[in-house]
């Protein structure tokens, strides 16, 4: 069953504007962590936010907010005043606490337009 | 303090070659995983190390693959006879311990060729 889902294969936004990139999982362990990273033309893998499954607030890192909800299992990705240095492959992905790999979503590209 | 570091970065072998990726962790890291991801996807876990024991090796493919993270240098994994569908792109990863709160900070990676 798959993990981690990332229902947009392509996204649009014009720069300056913000954008969401959805994700959700799937998991019955009560210890878990969810992280995003960005991989841009160049290939390499850039982590962006990390938010634990206990943690109470939703994370933060400059322009990148994580919307974790719990309950409905998804931590969507906000990215505010998009940059054309955003556009990339974003990542979903999950480590549960018992676990040696992260699972990861099959990516969303972002493409932030002038 | 240096990141993950991986080598060579791009590598281009002929059908029935062996194929070798390096993997120098950050320092203090004594965690290693590697993934593969295959275009347009995201990346799979092959298999998780700690110095001299292989932890987790649930995504290797039972043939051809290896991996070994000696006590001294880099972590190495090896393909031997490759084939066309081993062309991917392979990302490894370090952390300072298990547990879902710490973060693996990835390589470069190593893209690999098969021609």
């Known amino acids: 069953a798959q993990k981690i889902t990332q229902t947009q294969p392509g996204m649009f936004v014009q720069e300056k504007e913000a954008v969401t990139l959805d994700c959700t999982y799937d998991?019955?362990?009560?210890?878990?962590?969810l992280f995003w990273y960005k991989q841009p033309s160049s290939g390499e893998m850039i982590f962006l936010i990390y938010?634990?499954?206990?943690?109470?607030q939703n994370a933060t890192e400059g322009r990148y907010s994580l919307n974790f909800q719990k309950a409905r299992k998804s931590a969507n990705l906000v990215i505010s005043a998009s940059q054309l240095g955003d556009s990339a492959m974003y990542f979903c992905a999950m480590r549960e606490g018992g676990d040696n790999d992260m699972r990861f979503g099959a990516g969303t590209r972002l493409t932030v337009k002038p | 303090n240096a990141g993950v570091m991986q080598n060579p970065r791009h590598l281009v072998r002929r059908r029935g070659q062996e194929a070798r990726l390096r993997c120098s962790p950050m320092?203090?890291?004594?965690?290693v995983y590697w993934y593969r991801q295959l275009p347009e996807e995201g990346l799979k876990f092959m298999v998780y190390?700690?110095?001299?024991?292989?932890?987790?090796e649930s995504g290797m493919p039972k043939e051809r693959f290896s991996a070994e993270f000696p006590k001294e240098g880099p972590s190495i994994l090896r393909i031997q006879q490759v084939v066309r569908g081993d062309s991917a792109a392979y990302f490894c990863?370090?952390?300072?311990?298990?547990?879902?709160?710490?973060?693996?900070?990835f390589g470069p990676g190593t893209r690999l060729t098969v021609l």
């Open positions: 990863a370090s952390s300072p311990a298990r547990g879902s709160y710490n973060e693996q900070f």
């Open positions: 320092k203090g890291h004594s965690h």
């Open positions: 938010q634990g499954s206990y943690d109470q």
């Open positions: 998991t019955s362990d009560p210890s878990y962590g």
């Open positions: 190390l700690q110095k001299e024991n292989i932890i987790d």
